[in-house]
């Protein structure tokens, strides 16, 4: 594959009697989601919707953590699929509007069978092993479905790694996560971490509420309410509006946001919201523009100019 990271393996691989892949096995591919619902606990009162007012731009500094991966099948011994992943996880903080790197990690995985790994012996290029293991008997497709979830939880793994890194650093600052804070109870308990999840596979209400949280109008947030299956890493949450989804889809501009389960993010929920609306712009360059922080998308832009 021209331009893959992984040439070299493939090349080795074909010398030692594998037969390379030509196609990528969803590279760059995210976490995966099942569609349902986790019903929530509403802490004000009935859901509503709640006008913000102004925008209001953070003063101090602020930080923001993203990753990325890519993921390539690049080849089989015999008919053991090998996987390969380029993993990474950053921090970028802005301070008088300048964005500077805070922390940054990366790992190189090849994922595979003990049996098929054995024809690379030592020479991996770098590239940390992760062995399939498990009583099942192999299976070419579920084996590749087996190495994504792996890729997940290797990237998941680096993402709290490197908040771990710039808390010990700045352990007041404040640190927005792409995604939820229920990764880790560490997160959860954060009082200056806010996640923002883009994803609405599992939505937090049914019937007419589900109805009243997706039709929620720009610049409004939800009530405030607590999902459902979050014992060992609770949090409260909230619906807002980042762009108008009149002639959109219903899903245009709304996200999640999630803070510690504390009195602190009850009082400032509003202020927090109006921070937030503020870091909508300069809208990037990117089909998920209307649910994307710049600030994230700025991380994601960093970490894909590595290369491989």
């Known amino acids: 594959m021209p331009g893959s990271p992984f040439t070299s393996l493939r090349r080795r691989?074909?010398?030692v009697g594998g037969r390379p892949a030509s196609l990528a096995a969803e590279a760059a591919q995210g976490r995966r989601d099942q569609a349902g619902y986790r019903p929530s606990r509403l802490l004000e009162g009935t859901?509503?919707?709640h006008p913000l007012g102004e925008v209001v731009p953070w003063t101090e500094p602020v930080a923001f953590l993203d990753g990325?991966?890519?993921v390539e099948l690049l080849g089989y011994?015999?008919?053991l699929p090998l996987v390969a992943a380029v993993v990474r996880a950053a921090v970028r903080q802005r301070e008088a509007r300048r964005m500077t790197l805070a922390v940054q990690s990366v790992r190189r995985v090849v994922i595979a069978h003990e049996a098929a790994l054995a024809v690379f012996g030592a020479a991996l290029d770098g590239h940390d092993v992760l062995v399939l293991d498990g009583d099942d008997a192999p299976h070419p497709i579920r084996?590749?479905?087996r190495a994504h979830a792996l890729v997940d939880r290797t990237r998941g793994a680096l993402e709290l790694a490197v908040a771990r890194e710039y808390r010990l650093r700045h352990p007041d600052a404040w640190l927005l996560v792409d995604g939820t804070l229920t990764a880790s109870p560490d997160w959860s308990r954060d009082p200056h971490m806010l996640g923002v999840v883009k994803s609405h596979a599992v939505l937090p209400f049914e019937g007419e509420a589900l109805e009243q949280y997706l039709t929620l109008p720009y610049a409004h947030?939800?009530?405030l309410f607590q999902p459902g299956s979050r014992d060992v890493a609770p949090v409260y949450a909230w619906g807002l509006r980042l762009h108008p989804f009149a002639g959109q889809d219903l899903f245009h501009g709304l996200v999640r946001i999630e803070a510690a389960a504390t009195e602190a993010t009850v009082a400032n929920v509003d202020r927090l919201s109006c921070h937030l609306l503020a870091e909508r712009a300069p809208r990037s360059?990117?089909?998920r523009a209307d649910r994307?922080?710049?600030g994230i998308h700025d991380v994601e832009r960093f970490l894909r100019a590595q290369g491989g």
Do not use: C, I, M, N
Request: hydrophobic letters at 40%.
């Open 143 to 145: 084996d590749v479905e």
């Open 285 to 287: 360059a990117d089909p």
């Open 68 to 70: 990325t991966q890519h």
């Open 77 to 79: 011994v015999g008919t």
């Open 13 to 15: 691989l074909a010398l």
């Open 47 to 49: 859901l509503a919707h």
């Open 221 to 223: 947030r939800t009530s």
């Open 292 to 294: 994307l922080l710049y």
